[in-house]
């Protein structure tokens, strides 16, 4: 029988002095127990199903064909690096729009040229990275037709697909655990859009947005 593993699981062998966790094939592991095992520098031991066995823990993305933009600031600088790598791995054509280093930067030039890059189509999708995930969205929603969702589980980048046709993935790189942001990825890009009664409220959001762009303070 599978077993799941959550984080309090870890925690539990945390306290009871416990580096070593044992795992059998098919035994499942939660995103966020991933990051406490990363953590509390946890060996794990599974028994592969056979020698040829692929041990990669990263998600297999679902290949889209698809280009993105993909932006940070200074704190989002090393998970940018680790997601365009990854992103890469699996076919997809990134344009990053930087930062390059860890100098201190302001998010939203990044915010606002990953949202740039959406709506006029030359990238299918954006990705942003600050400490938090909120000022980027802030900032990239105040373009007209973009609709920025910051996602801290996998519920919450299906939803933003699904029933909101999300078109940029924010992510707090202080708030959210290496193992948890590659599972949000890799559900954001594998929702599609659900339409229908979805559509019609998108349609009331545009009419708003539409609405508040021609008043003169």
Known sequence: MKKLFIEDDIIKIVKQAGKVLNIKEGDIITPAAKDKIREFNITVIKEPKNKFQNSKSAPQLKILGKTLAIGSDHTGYKLKSILSNLLKENNYNIKDVGTFNEDSCDYPDFAESVANKVISGEVGFGILIDATGIPSAITANKIPGIRAATC??????????????????????KALGEETVKSILDVFIKTEFAGERHQKRLDKISMIEEKHSKKVF
């Open 152 to 173: 801290y589980n996998e519920f919450s980048a299906r939803s933003a697909r699904e029933h909101n046709n999300a078109n940029i993935l924010v992510l707090g790189a």
